[in-house]
Nanobody, 129 residues
Framework: QLQVVESGGGLVQPGGSLRLSCEVSGFTSPYYVVGWFRQAPGKEREGVSCLSMNTGRTIYPDSVKGRFTASRDNAKNTVDLQLNNLKPEDTAVYYC??????????????????????WGQGTQVTVSS
């Protein structure tokens, strides 16, 4: 089974930065996607990045584009998420998730939240002065 572990959360002031890490293990195919999601209290879980480990293509929502950057290290089977210029509204539990590609499915479709089959426990990011 795919296993996902994320880390790196913490408390940061507005305008500050954090770097989150996600490690995927137990995979039997290199063709998988890694997504970062966040969920604030009372709000729906939303994707903040989605990266193909095979191609490196990454999708971001407009809410974080230009501030958050996902990067892959295939040798380590990790995907980091660099969070810059953090705002109080970025406060949430951040989750990493992974899923195998399926045949003839585009990255956009694979990045839908319901496609992800393996989830980490989450790491808290709090942005507050």
């Amino acid at each position: 089974q795919l296993q996902v572990v994320e880390s790196g959360g913490g408390l940061v002031q507005p305008g500050g930065s954090l770097r989150l890490s996600c490690e995927v293990s137990g995979f039997t195919s290199p063709y998988y996607v890694v997504g970062w999601f966040r969920q604030a209290p009372g709000k729906e879980r939303e994707g903040v990045s989605c990266l193909s480990m095979n191609t490196g293509r990454t999708i971001y929502p407009d809410s974080v584009k230009g501030r958050f950057t996902a990067s892959r290290d295939n040798a380590k089977n990790t995907v980091d998420l660099q969070l810059n210029n953090l705002k109080p509204e970025d406060t949430a539990v951040y989750y990493c998730a992974a899923a195998y590609f399926v045949d003839a499915v585009t990255l956009q479709r694979m990045c839908e939240i319901r496609k992800f089959t393996s989830w980490g426990q989450g790491t808290q990011v709090t942005v507050s002065s």
